[in-house]
């Protein structure tokens, strides 16, 4: 739960970089989240709007961690739009978004990997 609302404090923080766990909680508990009001919705007969306006909610912030998690893979965030390519371009970013961290920094900034050394 800690990753997920790290991410939703860094709410439009486009710039630095991602681990993956950051990237693949946040999804896992969106994904949880929208489930969970999407069967909300259908009890109270409401269909999917609580999950629409939910995935509404956390659009940029979805946005903001998908560009981080491109950057710490040595990408630009522009990547984002290939998911845009029917079918294909989905698969392609789910693999850039499984790959390890560029080791060391890079143009975005340090690894988020490496520990900060306490003085």
């Known amino acids: ?30 994904f949880i989240i929208t489930a969970v009001l999407d069967l909300i919705g259908m009890v109270a007969k409401l269909g999917a709007y609580l999950g629409l306006i939910y995935g509404l909610l956390v659009l940029i912030p979805s946005l903001a961690v998908g560009v981080r998690r491109l950057h710490d893979t040595g990408r630009s965030g522009w990547w984002l739009l290939i998911a845009l390519i029917p079918f294909i371009g989905a698969i392609i970013l789910i693999v850039f978004m499984v790959l390890d961290s560029e080791p060391g920094d890079n143009k975005y900034g340090p690894n988020p990997k490496q520990a900060v050394p306490v003085a």
């Open 1 to 30: 739960m800690n990753w997920y609302m790290a991410v939703l404090k860094n709410y439009a923080g486009f710039s630095g970089r991602a681990r993956r766990t950051e990237y693949w909680m946040f999804a896992l508990f969106s």
